[in-house]
Structures are given as structure tokens and as C-alpha cells.
């Protein structure tokens, strides 16, 4: 190969990484402040159980509670500079309340700032689900499913 096909093809490589970037992020595919009615139809498919909460717990520990918090109130250490992570345990959904939308955050991270950004790729579904099962665990009784 010469330099100029090598150079030819990084630029094909590149070109082709932005635009699966620009695919990814597609606003359509966010989740919005208000929710989504696609989302919304999205069922939990992993039961609420004792197994499955120590699971989300373990997970939400290693991947969330640096910006949430250990107790999921919003307040952790790490969050970036000028960020408010959500509070995770009051009544308040600003992206949709039931489970096919909050995994649907951690899915594609939270529009429009995405300071969080989505674990697609990152993260097995079965985690997301099991962490939905957990902050459902220590959320108030009145925040579940509508
Ligand atoms: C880099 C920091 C960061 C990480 C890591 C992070 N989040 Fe977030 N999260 C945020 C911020 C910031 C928001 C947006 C708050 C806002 O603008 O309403 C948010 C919003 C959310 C929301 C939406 C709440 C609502 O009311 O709209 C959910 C649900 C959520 N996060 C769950 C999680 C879970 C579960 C994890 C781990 C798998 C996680 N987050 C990891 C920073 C983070």
C-alpha cells in the first residue's frame, strides 16, 4: 500500500466513524425531557426480584453512584463540574416514569446535554434492567409505574 492509499482509506475510516457518531446520536433516538411514547412501551423483562435488585445494586454502585450518588439522591463526587444529576429516589421523572423510559436513559444517556451519556454497548441489557429494578427498590411507593 502507498501512502497515498493509506491516506485514502484513513480518510474513508474517519469518514465512515463520524457518520455512525451522527447515526448514534440522532436526537430521535434520545430520551427527552417528557419522555417517549416508544419508550413507554417498552416492558421490564427481567421480574423484580431479591436477586435481581443485588444485581442493579452492584451495577448502579459501579456506574452510577459516582454522579448520583451512593444513595442515588443525586449528590455524588464525581458528577461533572456544573451538572445536576437527577435524584433518582424521589417522585420526579422528568424523562417518563415508567421502566421502559428510565432504561431507556440509561440506554441512550439523557438529552439534550447528555452529561450522562447513554451505556449502549457498554453495559448488558440485563444490567440496565436489573438497575431499573433496584432504584425501584428504594424509590417511594408512589413512583412506581404509570
Ligand atoms: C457522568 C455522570 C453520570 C453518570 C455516570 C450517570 N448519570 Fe444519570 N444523569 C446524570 C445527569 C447530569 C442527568 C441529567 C439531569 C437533568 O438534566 O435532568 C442524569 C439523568 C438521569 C436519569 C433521568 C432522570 C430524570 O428525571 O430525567 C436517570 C434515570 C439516570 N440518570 C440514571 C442513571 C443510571 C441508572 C446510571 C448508571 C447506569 C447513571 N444515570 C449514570 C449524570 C450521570
Known amino acids: ?5 493509506l491516506r485514502r482509506s484513513c480518510v474513508a475510516a474517519i469518514g465512515g466513524f463520524l457518520l455512525a457518531w451522527l447515526v448514534v446520536a440522532a436526537p430521535a433516538s434520545a430520551q427527552n425531557p417528557g419522555g417517549s411514547p416508544e419508550a413507554k412501551k417498552v416492558k421490564n423483562p427481567v ?9 442493579g445494586a452492584a451495577t448502579y454502585k459501579k456506574y452510577c453512584s459516582f454522579c448520583h450518588g451512593d444513595g442515588a439522591k443525586g449528590d455524588g463526587k464525581f458528577a461533572p463540574k456544573g451538572s445536576m444529576p437527577a435524584d433518582l429516589t424521589d417522585a420526579t421523572w422528568v424523562r ?7 432504561h ?3 440506554l441512550k444517556g439523557a438529552a439534550p446535554k447528555f452529561e450522562m451519556k447513554g451505556f449502549e454497548g457498554k453495559m448488558p441489557d ?3 434492567w436489573n438497575v431499573v429494578n433496584y432504584l425501584r427498590s ?3 411507593a408512589n413512583a412506581a409505574k404509570k
Open 126 to 128: 440485563t444490567d440496565m
Open 96 to 102: 417518563g416514569s415508567t421502566d421502559g423510559e428510565i
Open 47 to 55: 421480574a423484580s426480584s431479591p436477586a435481581s435488585i443485588a444485581a
Open 1 to 5: 500500500m502507498n501512502i497515498l492509499t
Open 138 to 140: 428504594i424509590g417511594p
Open 104 to 106: 431507556a436513559v440509561i
